[in-house]
Structures are given as C-alpha cells and as structure tokens.
C-alpha cells in the first residue's frame, strides 16, 4: 500500500511557497510531494473499476503540478484549494476525452445480431445498401452532423430512448428489455420504436 507525506501546516505552505516565487525548484517539488495524499483522495471518487487507480492518482498529479506552477498566494486561498480543483478537473477532462474516444468506436462495434446471428453495428443500420459513405463522404463529419442534430430529427421521447439505448452522450447503454421495464412497454414495442427512430436518422442523413 502507497504511502504519502503528511499534509504540510499553514505557515509550511507559506515558507515553501515564498521559496518557489524565488526559483526554488526544490521549493516546488515539496509542495508537490506533500499534497499526493490529496489526489489520492480525489481520484479514489472516480475509481468505479474501468480505471486502475494508480493511472487515476497519475492523471490527477498533474493537475496538481499545473496548480502548483500557477497558485497565486495573494488570492488568500490555501494551495490545496485551488489544487483540489485543479485536480478534479484534470481527472474530468481526462475521463470525458476517454468517454468521447469511447462513443466514437462503439460505432463500429457490434450492437446485436441478426436472425442469422450476424453481428450488426449502429454504422450498419444507419448505412443504406446501396450507399457507400466510404467513397463519397468524410464519415467522421457525417457521425459527427448526426450526434449535433439527433435532437432535432427525433421527438424528445424518441431521442431519450436511441440515447439509451445505444449508450450514446453520457447516457449508459441498455438493452431493449431494461429499456421496456424502465418504460413500462413490452420489449418488441422498443424494438418497433428502436427501428423506426432509426429510420428517420438514416433519412435524415442522405438529406442532410
């Protein structure tokens, strides 16, 4: 088990920070050092298993570094304040880049089968047949136009649903039958419903 250095008093903060405003380095790498245990502490609320919590307390140190480099001590704030913060938005941005990347690739990955136990993929069903998206367009833009107007092309109810469904901008992916207990409804009326909204973003597409 890791351990850190004790938390440094006020008047240590202060005496450590009146030598970094001088250039000392070693000033600085002390501040860092005793405010570990901090980040362990944040980044401990966003371990929910997906990420081990060494790489969490790596992306937080940063944070903390950035914090250390740009405190102001004429604000009157304690240091592990604005680290605090500094940290947890290091962690956030790093985890929503990683959600993003994470949004973009369940695209091309399997989302279901068919009756003939083929896999099928948001991408395919979206795709028409006898378009190839490849040859005529930039498909990240066109991914890209379709997440910025889903909104638009669906009824709010129709849009909760496909967001569900599919996982897709924050939302957690469920199946058609967790969808149909959540909505009260039978599970084929999902999929009826599941289909259709499809349908109108896939037309909304070839118009677009």
């Known amino acids: 088990m890791e351990t ?3 938390p440094l008093t006020k008047e240590e903060e202060a ?3 009146e030598c ?3 250039g000392d380095m070693e000033a600085r790498n002390k501040l860092v050092e005793h405010n570990l245990r901090l980040v362990a502490h944040i980044a401990k609320k966003y371990n929910q298993g997906e990420w081990e919590n060494d790489d969490l307390i790596s992306i937080g140190t940063i944070g903390l570094i950035k914090a250390v480099n740009t405190f102001n001590p004429k604000t009157g704030n304690r240091l592990v304040t604005y680290a605090s913060k ?3 938005n290091e962690i956030l941005m790093h985890l929503r880049s990683e959600k993003k990347k994470s949004r973009e690739v369940s695209i091309y990955e399997p989302i279901g089968t068919d009756k003939e136990g083929n896999s099928i993929h948001l991408l395919d069903v979206i795709e028409a047949d006898s378009y190839d998206f490849a040859s005529e ?3 990240n833009n066109e991914l890209k136009w379709l997440y ?3 909104n638009k092309v669906l009824t709010p109810e129709e849009f909760d649903l496909i967001k569900k469904r599919y ?3 924050g939302e957690k992916e469920l199946t058609q039958r967790e969808l149909a207990k959540i909505l009260g409804i039978s599970r084929s ?3 009826r419903i599941e289909k259709k909204c499809l349908q109108k973003l896939k037309n909304a597409l070839y118009q677009h």
Do not use: K, P, W
Request: some cysteine.
């Open 4 to 6: 850190f250095r004790e």
């Open 15 to 17: 005496l450590l920070l």
């Open 20 to 22: 970094l405003a001088s």
């Open 86 to 88: 500094c940290i947890d």
């Open 137 to 139: 367009f930039d498909l």
């Open 148 to 150: 910025h107007n889903m």
């Open 167 to 169: 996982g897709i901008l």
């Open 189 to 191: 009326y999902v999929s």
